[in-house]
């Protein structure tokens, strides 16, 4: 084949290849410049991991006495509200020693009455026997001077001091009685009294006793792990339920060792959680960061000289606070499956901060009402014992106590 029969053959194959390696190589450095600057602009100022979860608090219902349980009042997966009873035990045996402990209130208060109006009776003793030694001296001073004349025998006369030695005697022995009974009510008020004190603590400790057989729900929230059973003897501390709060679960992220050095507290953070996909997204913020990585806090901890470790990039875990208004919209629940971008644009401040709270992070008022229902009931018990008032004072007194017990089902 001649030379010009070969040329137009080369150009054909060369032409084109020349274009599309121009495109391709055009289209390489497009998108290559493209990134640099969403990588200078936005991309380098964000973190993100998959490696995330729902975590939250989990409230256990633990009894503080001791009973046999004779009422449930929710089940698993069911909401309760915050108050609203749980676990009803027996109240009988609780009954029986608040009954009492009433009972012996009254007693020491009526015994303590006695012991104020018997110093007075004393004191009134004092003074008849210091009235009864004065006459007997006055006596013995006449006898006296008539006694140098003739006038009275030496018998009366020592009648006269015997008089006065055994009036000396009756005023000391009536002013000791009344030391010894003013020693058990000095600086004191009847409510003030020791003995008073201690019958209406045992009251007290009686009354929280039996608002106890009732175990309310401190927190509003889902119940889960109900391990209780009708007729179920049970003991202090044992785990009966659980109630989880779910619109103040939080997020858990573990974030690799590089991917730390630029985060700090306060930064914003967009996540998404698998069960809704990526079109719902919730917004957060960081509020801490673990003291230690998860293998540090492991039940059988990373130890180079056991042989058990492995050199490998570790995670640290760090909590992100989520918007209240994006669970309410879209509710979570513990141990769910997050994706997390947290924005480190901003990086002011310590990476380790030491922030201090001034209220408690987490508090509950159900049972504060039992302290007052003890104190009024203590108060109810004394005022109807310490006037006698009658009738009308047991009324109100047993009105008061019939407010006062607890709330079951």
Do not use: C
Not at 119 to 136: F, G, H
Not at 176 to 197: I, K, M, S, W, Y
Request: charged letters at 25%; aromatic letters at 6%; glycine letters at 8%.
């Amino acid at each position: 084949m001649s030379r010009e029969n070969r040329a137009p053959t080369a150009s054909f194959w060369s032409v084109p290849r020349w274009r599309w390696l121009s495109v391709s190589a055009a289209a390489f450095v497009l998108v290559a410049a493209a990134y640099t600057t969403y990588w200078a602009t936005d991309g380098r100022y964000h973190e993100t991991t998959d490696d995330a979860y729902v975590d939250g608090n989990v409230v256990q219902i633990t009894p503080q006495i001791s009973g046999t349980v004779t009422q449930i009042g929710a089940d698993d997966t069911q909401f309760v509200r915050r108050g609203e009873p749980l676990v009803q035990l027996d109240p009988a045996d609780a009954k029986v020693a608040l009954d009492e402990a009433d009972a012996q209130l009254a007693r020491t208060v009526r015994q303590v009455r006695g012991l104020f109006a018997t110093t007075e009776q004393l004191r009134a003793a004092v003074e008849i026997r210091e009235s009864d030694l004065e006459m007997a001296q006055k006596d013995l001073a006449r006898r006296e001077k008539l006694a140098s004349s003739g006038a009275i025998s030496g018998e009366e006369l020592q009648h006269a001091r015997d008089a006065v030695r055994s009036g000396e005697a009756a005023l000391l022995a009536a002013r000791q009685q009344l030391a010894a009974n003013r020693a058990q009510v000095d600086g004191t008020t009847l409510e003030d009294h020791p003995d008073v004190r201690d019958a209406a603590s045992a009251v007290r400790s009686a009354y929280l006793a039996y608002r106890r057989t009732v175990l309310p729900a401190p927190v509003s929230g889902f119940v889960a792990k109900r391990n209780v059973q009708l007729g179920e003897r049970v003991s202090p501390g044992i785990p009966l339920m659980s109630v989880v709060p779910l619109d103040e679960v939080w997020v858990d992220a573990n974030f690799k060792e590089p991917q730390l050095a630029s985060m700090r507290v306060g930064q914003p953070v967009t996540l998404t959680a698998d069960l809704y996909g990526g079109s719902v997204r919730y917004h957060g913020r960081v509020e801490g960061f673990g003291a230690g990585t998860g293998s540090a806090f492991a039940l059988l901890p990373a130890q180079n000289a056991t042989g058990n470790w492995i050199k490998i990039v570790q995670r640290v875990p760090v909590r992100i606070a989520l918007d209240a208004r994006d669970l309410a919209a879209h509710p979570l629940q513990i141990g769910l499956s997050m994706k997390v971008d947290v924005s480190i644009r901003d990086r002011g401040g310590p990476r380790l901060p030491e922030v201090t709270r001034t209220a408690p992070a987490y508090s509950t008022s159900v049972f504060d009402s039992g302290d007052r229902g003890a104190e009024a009931r203590v108060r109810a018990i004394i005022a109807a014992n310490e006037s006698g008032a009658g009738r009308a004072s047991s009324r109100a007194q047993h009105a008061l106590l019939a407010v006062e017990r607890p709330r079951g089902f």
